[in-house]
């Protein structure tokens, strides 16, 4: 169970139209009302397995860090907390085996605790964050209730948006290809038009949802029943 003052910061997420000032607001809980120094978010793609930064806060400042993209299947712990939807905690020493080098030094990153974000059953990003003292253990039951406040926070913001989408049929097609795990180079046969014409219907259905990439469509799509 969430203290109160956690559950009065997740319904001011939901009332915030703005997506950048969700996602700051979303990390700034993770500090705010948690024992962490630092709380990283980032978007993930189960169709093309990237995982791509989005922001990131300290008590002291919130900044982006959309330059930070990687391919999860790549960085093992990351990965295995995203296919089995599990929280996971890595000391020291296993995070620096186990995070690219380029990483530890520029965050400076000491023990991390790595949290899928989950909406309906599918993860659509994770958080990384780091203990206020290096390489103190965190116990199951906080991973688990950060966890919970993310679930909260993240679906309060998938939950204000509107039911209804004027979606066309090509457009409904295309993201159904898309949520099958399929390219472009394989959508434009089985729709026959141009690989530039799926693009279109995608960046199209993309703007008509209002979210900002596939994944994002894709998962919007199938929690609103347009889509399996």
Do not use: W
């Not at 910061?9 to 996602?23: D, E, F, G, T, W």
């Not at 960085?75 to 080098?101: E, G, R, W």
């Amino acid at each position: 169970m969430l203290e109160e003052t956690v559950m009065n910061h997740v319904k001011r997420i939901s009332h915030q139209k703005n997506a950048a000032l969700k996602s700051q607001m979303i990390v700034r809980g993770c500090v705010d009302f948690f024992s962490f120094q630092r709380a990283s978010l980032f978007s993930y793609s189960s169709l093309t397995g990237m995982g791509q930064g989005i922001c990131a806060y300290t008590s002291e400042d919130t900044y982006s860090i959309q330059h930070v993209k990687e391919k999860i299947h790549d960085i093992y712990p990351i990965y295995q907390a995203v296919i089995h939807n599990q929280p996971i905690y890595l000391t020291i020493q296993h995070a620096k085996s186990a995070i690219p080098a380029k990483y530890i030094k520029r965050f400076d990153i000491s023990s991390l605790a790595i949290i899928p974000v989950i909406v309906n059953g599918m993860v659509i990003g994770f958080v990384l964050v780091d203990p206020e003292i290096p390489n103190e253990p965190i116990s199951k039951n906080d991973l688990l209730t950060l966890a919970h406040y993310l679930k909260l926070a993240v679906s309060s913001t998938f939950d204000t948006a509107p039911c209804q989408y004027l979606l066309s049929k090509r457009e409904v097609e295309a993201l159904q290809h898309l949520a099958n795990g399929l390219g472009l180079k394989q959508m434009a046969p089985k729709m026959k038009v141009s690989e530039y014409t799926v693009r279109d219907h995608i960046s199209s259905a993309i703007r008509k949802l209002g979210v900002a990439h596939r994944t994002e469509a894709v998962a919007v799509a199938i929690r609103n029943n347009m889509i399996m």
